[in-house]
């Protein structure tokens, strides 16, 4: 099946400074992947659309200067957390879909940041 | 608007119990698809399964099963003979046809008792 690969699986760094995350799609390319948000006991929040070859869609109160997206190739996106502050500590999710708009979305393992 | 609502936010059972997770949806539109995924305490998501608004069939696999009924807006999974291991977050979510946004519900948290 379907593999996303997200990396790291987990970061812990210092406020200010900014983090990348990245997201690959392993088996399939991906012309579309999504950016998503977890506080605990909660749902997923969707941040961004990342869009290969465009600027990324930003949902709404998501700040597009904190979390910059990057989908630089049909298999790999990356979320950049900048200028970190505590309140980013998040388990951040992505997923992306193969070619099919009906096919299920398959997710990365998730990266769980803590800024200190 | 789209919606999906999973009224059970944690269920206990003991193992071996069957338990159901519900599962309902509110959506205009005629084509959507519908979909189950667990998250376990690892934090990252599995697929189980997908089913678009057409196809009302219900479907077993393994000791899951799911029940979609569109009269009632509800797409219900059913776990047979809990294990242990089934203890996990289980979000059901929804995908307007046409669209590339899923809408999550807030997940239902199942903890299987040995």
């Known amino acids: 099946g379907a593999v996303v690969s997200q990396h790291p699986s987990w970061v812990i760094c210092k406020s200010g400074t900014s983090v990348k995350i990245e997201c690959r799609s392993l088996?399939?390319?991906?012309?579309?992947m999504f950016w998503y948000r977890q506080f605990p006991k909660q749902s997923l929040m969707l941040m961004a659309t990342?869009?290969?070859?465009?600027?990324?869609?930003?949902e709404q109160g998501v700040e597009k200067d904190k979390f910059l997206i990057n989908h630089a190739s049909l298999t790999l996106s990356t979320l950049t957390v900048t200028s970190a502050h505590p309140e980013d500590s998040s388990f951040y999710i992505c997923?992306?879909?193969?070619?099919?708009?009906?096919?299920?979305?398959?997710f990365g393992n998730g990266t769980r940041l803590t800024v200190t | 608007a789209q919606k999906v609502t999973q009224a059970q936010t944690e269920i206990s059972v003991v193992e071996k119990e069957d338990v159901t997770l519900d599962c309902v949806y509110e959506?205009?539109?005629?084509?959507?698809?519908l979909f189950w995924y667990k998250q376990p305490p690892s934090g990252e998501l599995v697929f189980l399964i997908r089913r678009n608004s057409f196809d009302e069939q219900n479907e077993i696999s393994g000791r899951y099963s799911w029940n979609f009924q569109k009269s009632t807006s509800s797409f219900n999974f059913t776990i047979t003979a809990s294990q242990v291991v089934d203890s996990a977050v289980y979000f059901c979510a929804l995908l307007r046809g046409g669209y590339q946004k899923v809408t999550f519900g807030i997940g239902t948290k199942l903890q299987v008792i040995p």
């Open positions: 959506t205009r539109d005629t084509t959507y698809y």
């Open positions: 088996d399939f390319q991906a012309t579309t």
């Open positions: 997923s992306a879909r193969d070619t099919t708009v009906s096919s299920p979305l398959h």
């Open positions: 990342s869009n290969e070859g465009s600027k990324a869609t930003y």
